[in-house]
T-cell receptor, first 112, second 112 residues
Framework: DSGVTQTPKHLITATGQRVTLRCSPR?????VYWYQQSLDQGLQFLIQ???????AKGNILERFSAQQFPDLHSELNLSSLELGDSALYFC???????????FGSGTRLTVV | SQQGEEDPQALSIQEGENATMNCSYK?????LQWYRQNSGRGLVHLIL?????REKHSGRLRVTLDTSKKSSSLLITASRAADTASYFC????????????FGAGTILRVKS
C-alpha cells in the first residue's frame, strides 16, 4: 500500500458517458497530480492541484476536469467519453522537499 | 510531448547480470527521477538525483547524471527475476515547476 488510494480500480462505461475518478493522497501531502497512461501516448501529465488550488495544467482535454477538496482528496471528471479515452489513470501525491511522487495503483477505464 | 527518452526500449538479461538503462532529456532540469512499474500497476519511486549531483547509489541501484549531455543512466547490479518491470525516467523541468515529465520507459525482463 503506497498510501495513495484510488477508486474505483476498474471502470467500464459506454461512449458519451461521464465518470468520476477519486484519489486520496498520502497523509500530509498537499500536492495531487493526475496522469493518463496509454499504450500510444505513454504517461501524460494532466493536471496538478496544491492545497485545493489548481497549480499546473498539462495535456488535459476540455472534456476533462478536476478538483481538490478541503480534505485534500481529488476527483477527476471525464465526460463525453470516447473510445480513445480508454487508459490507466493514475493519481500521485507529493509533499515538500522534492523527494519524488507516490503513485496510487490507478483506475483502468475502458470505454466501449 | 515527452521530455525524456529511454534507451533501450526493451532489455532481456539473465539473473545475476547487470542491467543498464539510459535516459536523455531536452531542457534544463531541477532533478531527474527513476520509477519502476510492474505490469499494469502503479509506479514506484526508486531514486532522485538533483541537477548538481553526478552519481547516486541506493542498494543495487546506481544512477548517474550528465547535465552537459542531458542524459542519465540507471544501473541495476546483480539483477533478480523480481526486477522484471518497466523503468521510467522522469524529469522535473525548471520551466514547469514541480511537475514530472516521463519518458516512454524501458521494459526489463530478467530471466531465471
Amino acid at each position: 500500500d503506497s498510501g495513495v488510494t484510488q477508486t474505483p480500480k476498474h471502470l467500464i462505461t459506454a461512449t458519451g458517458q461521464r465518470v468520476t475518478l477519486r484519489c486520496s493522497p498520502r497523509s500530509g501531502d498537499l500536492s495531487v497530480y493526475w496522469y493518463q497512461q496509454s499504450l500510444d501516448q505513454g504517461l501524460q501529465f494532466l493536471i496538478q492541484y496544491y492545497n485545493g488550488e489548481e497549480r499546473a495544467k498539462g495535456n488535459i482535454l476540455e472534456r476533462f476536469s478536476a478538483q481538490q477538496f478541503p480534505d485534500l482528496h481529488s476527483e477527476l471528471n471525464l465526460s463525453s467519453l470516447e473510445l480513445g479515452d480508454s487508459a490507466l489513470y493514475f493519481c500521485a501525491s507529493s509533499g515538500t522537499g522534492g523527494i519524488g511522487y507516490t503513485f496510487g495503483s490507478g483506475t483502468r477505464l475502458t470505454v466501449v | 510531448s515527452q521530455q525524456g527518452e529511454e534507451d533501450p526500449q526493451a532489455l532481456s538479461i539473465q539473473e545475476g547480470e547487470n542491467a543498464t538503462m539510459n535516459c536523455s532529456y531536452k531542457t534544463s532540469i531541477n532533478n531527474l527521477q527513476w520509477y519502476r512499474q510492474n505490469s499494469g500497476r502503479g509506479l514506484v519511486h526508486l531514486i532522485l538525483i538533483r541537477s548538481n549531483e553526478r552519481e547516486k547509489h541506493s542498494g543495487r541501484l546506481r544512477v548517474t547524471l550528465d547535465t552537459s549531455k542531458k542524459s542519465s543512466s540507471l544501473l541495476i547490479t546483480a539483477s533478480r527475476a523480481a526486477d522484471t518491470a518497466s523503468y521510467f525516467c522522469a524529469t522535473d523541468p525548471m520551466e514547469y515547476g514541480n511537475k514530472l515529465v516521463f519518458g516512454a520507459g524501458t521494459i526489463l525482463r530478467v530471466k531465471s
